[in-house]
């Protein structure tokens, strides 16, 4: 028997620190390797981290809502094993469709296996399902009955996406559809006496100001806070800023979203507006290459890079934080499989567990502040990037058409760019374009 400490793992995203959010296992249960033991929250993602060993779990070594760096011991468990020599193995993170499940770390100081242990292979349950179990545990997450889901994967296997597409109809987060918030907000969380297992993912916490005033609390900044804080300062404080805006009659991109929503073609695809306006920017962006452009500092100076493909981001408000994941190579995808995609997004930033990979890379953003109920906003640049597009709220007004007032669906649409990498001209040529594909979205069959 021997007792050994598992470090806190580098989950290969290129960050020093983590919060342990709750604990999944407790002194004196018995874990076996790849049992779920913990979730850590990064300023990119929610991450479970399964158990290097099987044995039993000795102590807890850093309490709920604590933020440690890479290399601290977090938990000790009890084995069989002979206590391994000190070592500091890296932790690679294997991508389960676009989920992060840490795995072949090791314990706590073997050499780092990157051959994928037998809990990580697909397992057939007593109803004859193949899935790897976390494609189970999104499932269970879902309220999917595996059971019901067409098998795509290989020898039979339950996909990520067969699961997704599965609970497609599910609503999802606030930039397609208002979800279920609870009745609390994370600005109003009360200071509570003990952190409760599974408190909302969103902010630490909240505590008494310092002075002992109950009126006023202080909530921690880490995590997704803290990295968007960050974030945002850069850009704010480093590219110039300015926004231009255009109000216009989106009728009949209305009647488009009513159309496809009653066609068979997209009866298992959830349909919005924002689908017609990610097809509009994209659509835009090629005729307009600068906004999708990026502002790259050099040894000699700085030089602009100007990207020939869309990773189009999507600013996603959810329950950790605001996360803007993207799609790759949106460019290439038609109308259907632009919708399939926003759907995976939106229901995996549900989830709280956008990857990494998902976050970076993006090359313009939209955000949906129409959502809110916002006619219009000066949104700010997301780092990385020389544009970013809002769509205000969509609802009907009165508008002068041929000379006659009538109610129209009517909204606005502001975008804010980097006039280091683009002028005035540029932006409002591409705002106009945008503008003109939701004022008829004919113009996107060319």
């Known amino acids: 028997m021997s007792t050994q400490n598992f470090n806190l793992p580098d989950v290969g995203e290129g960050l020093t620190e983590a919060e342990v959010v709750a604990w999944k296992v407790a002194p004196g249960d018995t874990v076996a390797i790849n049992d779920v033991i913990c979730e850590i929250e990064t300023a990119k993602s929610l991450v479970e981290l399964p158990s290097p060993h099987a044995g039993v779990v000795g102590e807890i070594l850093v309490e709920e809502g604590t933020t440690v760096e890479v290399g601290t011991p977090i938990i000790t468990f009890v ?27 090791g314990t706590g100081g073997g050499a780092t296996s990157r051959r994928k242990r037998p809990a990580e292979r697909p397992v057939r349950s007593s109803v004859g399902v193949i899935a790897k179990p976390p494609i189970r545990k999104l499932a269970r997450d879902l309220g999917v009955d595996l059971t019901t889901v067409a098998a795509t994967g290989s020898d039979g296997e339950v996909t990520r996406d067969d699961v997704m597409k599965h609970a497609s109809q599910a609503s999802v987060f606030r930039n397609i559809e208002t979800p279920e918030w609870g009745t609390v907000r994370e600005e109003t969380v009360p200071a509570p006496q003990a952190a409760p297992a599974g408190l909302a993912r969103g902010l630490a916490p909240t505590q008494p100001s310092a002075a002992g005033d109950d009126r006023t609390e202080s909530i921690p900044v880490k995590g997704v806070r803290k990295a968007t804080s960050s974030a945002m300062v850069q850009s704010a404080y480093s590219a110039p800023h300015v926004t231009v805006w255009k109000e216009i009659d989106a009728s009949r991109t209305m009647e488009l979203v009513k159309r496809l929503k009653a066609s068979p073609d997209y009866a298992d695809i959830r349909v919005s507006p924002l689908l017609i306006m990610a097809r509009a920017v994209i659509w835009a962006a090629r005729r307009t290459p600068m906004v999708n452009a990026a502002w790259i500092e050099t040894e000699g100076g700085a030089e602009i890079a100007v990207r020939h493909y869309v990773n189009l981001g999507i600013a996603a408000a959810t329950p950790r934080g605001l996360l803007v994941p993207n799609i790759k190579d ?117």
């Open 330 to 446: 949106a460019q290439d995808l038609g109308m259907k499989d632009l919708a399939r995609a926003l759907n995976r997004l939106t229901l995996t930033a549900r989830e709280g567990k956008t990857p990494p990979a998902d976050q970076q890379g993006g090359t313009i953003t939209i955000t949906n502040i129409g959502v809110f109920g916002m006619d219009a906003g000066t949104p700010i640049i997301n780092p990385g990037e020389a544009g970013i597009v809002a769509m205000g709220t969509i609802s009907q007004k009165p508008w002068v058409v041929d000379g006659e007032v009538r109610p129209r669906w009517v909204t606005t649409v502001a975008g804010s760019f980097d006039h280091r990498v683009i002028d005035g001209d540029g932006m409002s040529r591409f705002i106009a374009d945008v503008a003109s594909v939701l004022e008829e979205p004919a113009l996107l069959v060319d």
């Open 79 to 105: 084995t069989d094993a002979p206590a391994p020599a000190p070592a500091a193995p890296a932790a690679p993170v294997a991508e389960e469709g676009g989920g992060s499940v840490l795995v072949g770390y």
